[in-house]
């Protein structure tokens, strides 16, 4: 099947790590290499203080500029003082490692494929139950369950219908997977696969609580798949130029709002 502009351009964003990297070192390179020629000419030296401010300010824009989301200029500010502060407290090498293992089990997909870890809150889990189809033996699918709140609760909740969590980062799938185990749900299913690979037409109802890349290409493969009467929801984030059919507000602290498409 050809690639769709959707999918060729969420494959195109699926290199956050990279742009950060690359933002990283051009940010270096230009700081420090002016701090060098300033201190060769003046016999001034800049305080390092400043030159890991201005580092991180300059990573942080030219993240952005490169695209990677919102959400990473934080992190671009802070690398260049989190580097310094190792380097001073002469951290032992294999902490590093750790640190970086640990980080890489939880944030895979934030890595991988430029979707941040967000969780859904208790409020919005009510919301999603007042969605669910009437009728018992409806199939539910959480596209990225994470922790795997949604399933878990909303099981409880609709003993009747069956409820499918997709998580592909590995510690997040390994903690969803033992609060599936330890809950007993017999009508909870918590899977280690990227929902690309899955059949939506399985499902009646599809949440997704993902971030503005995969939505286009997302919204092709449910138009393609889901079964006439299903139902698309995603948490906050839309589909470049479709409109939701309709849009569902959540009274809690970040004013959530359910975009929600009948198939």
């Not at 941040?116 to 539910?140: D, G, M, Q, S």
């Not at 493969?221 to 507000?249: C, H």
Request: hydrophobic share 50%; net charge positive.
């Amino acid at each position: 099947m050809p690639e769709s502009a959707g999918q060729r351009a969420a494959a195109h964003k699926r290199m956050p790590l990279v742009l950060a990297l690359a933002a990283q070192v051009l940010g270096g390179i230009l700081v420090f290499g002016t701090a060098f020629v300033i201190t060769r000419i003046t016999a001034w030296p800049l305080p390092l203080i400043t030159l890991l401010v201005i580092h991180g300010g300059i990573a942080a824009l030219l993240g952005r500029r490169m695209g990677l989301a919102n959400w990473w200029m934080p992190i671009q500010a802070a690398f260049p003082f989190c580097v310094a502060a190792a380097l001073t407290w002469q951290v032992p090498s294999w902490v590093y490692l750790v640190v970086f293992v640990g980080l890489v089990l939880v944030f895979w997909n934030s890595a991988r494929g430029g979707v941040p870890l967000y969780l859904t809150n208790t409020r919005t889990k009510a919301a999603l139950a007042a969605l669910l189809p009437k009728e018992a033996n409806f199939r539910f699918a959480d596209l990225g369950c994470g922790l795997g709140g949604p399933v878990l609760s909303l099981s409880r909740v609709r003993p009747d219908g069956y409820f499918t969590g997709f998580e592909t980062a590995p510690a997040l799938f390994l903690m969803a997977w033992l609060r599936r185990r330890l809950s007993g749900g017999a009508n909870i299913e918590i899977i280690f696969s990227d929902f690309w690979s899955q059949n939506l037409g399985e499902f009646d109802v599809v949440y997704c609580f993902l971030s503005p890349v995969p939505m286009p290409a997302l919204f092709e493969k449910a138009r393609l798949q889901m079964k006439p009467g299903s139902l698309l929801v995603s948490n906050s984030f839309e589909v470049p130029g479709t409109p939701a059919d309709d849009i569902l507000e959540v009274d809690d602290a970040r004013n959530t709002k359910l975009h929600l498409w009948r198939m």
